[in-house]
């Protein structure tokens, strides 16, 4: 069995519609997977929703509905919105699924059974608003900030997941492997967090405070508490236990925001899978946040981004380009609809959508609609052609590491090219001449025009696959599913009719 590449996003909580965030994170792993794809590599894309807690149960309370129906609706929002973001994953987990549940199951009865979770009395301060317990150290200035509301003190029994006991470990790997967490200076800090000592991680709520969750194999007074429900989903979706299991275990990267890192992701996962005798994930990629008034954007602050209507008034690929060119893969980033809207005019307006019409316009009016043959003599030519293989392994390698933003700003200075090259060339003056060789200069100038933009296109189509599946079908082309063989300079296309020329981004 060959292994697949094993790619997750973080499940979204089922407590409030998507927004922005949860977005961006879905088409940065689309991205990512469509490269893959194009690199030849099997990739198998999983993302979910984290439907358990007591936000959920509380919410569907208000609501005067069941959790699951509650979930249920969510459900809808968020699978809605994969679709409209056209995300190419192979699977959806959802955390109440059975499928799910008995992997949670089985896996605490593992642990319990080998003495990795044991039974305390715990008394300490309660935040109902963060679900979690806190200690001294949360508060600031002496007093609990305002994120955890109100803060009783409770003494009561629960079960305890052994962590301290691997906290050695731990350190070491992380040091052990430079590449276990990027953008490397976020395993600074999961270092940093790890030099004070580990408690064990509280895993389980009495079934009296909370009952919307998955009860312990153990013990039917309670259920599992967030993160040994919501992690487990990364090998519930790939059916562990089952002999399918190692063709995708362990997951080659896991997407995930840098609020969910330390300690979930770079903490206790990587305990919960160690003390389980599973092997590492490969990779955990932390992005940042997208921002407005200078606060991350969530449901809480209020102020967020609907990606929905983004997309109604521009069209998804101008979304999933605008998000991909501005963000950092591992910084912040502040949301602005001017940013948006001058991505939409400059880059995709001036820069691809002209090229496109004008040269589509020109071969139809100069050439009938046929490709003409190009010969590349003289210098302007070459230097285009240098251009694109110069731009295809930087392009390449920039994708390849997340560096999405710097790897489209590659191919539209390359896009800007193939105009300035007309510009300098200028096509429409040569069509006006009876002479020979300007008519062929013309045919040069066309031909390797397209050409060009038929790589600009291919290279573009893990970030746009809509345009790119329109432009190549104009060019009589399928989607490209291996850049190795299409991202050649091999005027494929001499002698082809193209289709009529197209409006991509309307004003
Ligand atoms: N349910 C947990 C994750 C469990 S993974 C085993 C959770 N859900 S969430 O809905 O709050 O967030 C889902 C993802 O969206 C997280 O990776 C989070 O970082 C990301 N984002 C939520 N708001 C964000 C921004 N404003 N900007 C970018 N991404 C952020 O955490």
Redesign the pocket.
Known sequence: MNKAFYL??????A??S?????A??KILADVIARTNRLNRLETHFVTG??EHGQKVQQGAEKEGVTPQERCDRIAKEFLNLLQELNISNDDYIRTTEERHKKVVSHLLTDLFDRGEIYKAEYSGFYSLRAEQFLQEKDKVNGKWPEIYGEVTEITESNYFFKLSKYQDWLVKYLNDNEDFIVPRFRKNQVLEFLKEPLNDLCISRPKDRLNWGIQLPFDDGYVTY??FD?????ISAVGYGNESFEKYWPADLH??????LAP??SIY?PIMLKAANLPMPKQIL???????SGE????STGE?IDPLSLIEQRGVDPFRYFVMREMTVGQ?ADFSLDRFESRYKTDLGNDLGNLVSRLFHMIATYENGVVPVAELNEEFEQKLKSHFEEMKPKALDLFNNYQFNLGLDQIFVFIRGINKYADERRPWKLAKSDNEEDKQKLKTCLGLMVESLRLAIQLLAPVMPNVHGTVNGLMGLPPCENWEKDLILDFRLVGKPLGEKPILFPR
């Open positions: 997750t996003t973080a499940i979204d909580y407590n409030g998507p927004h922005l965030g949860h961006y994170e929703l984290d967030v993160w919501a992690l487990v989903n990364y997407v995930i925001g840098k609020d969910i979930p992701h996962w932390a992005h940042g946040w997208w921002m407005s991350k954007m969530s449901k967020v912040d």
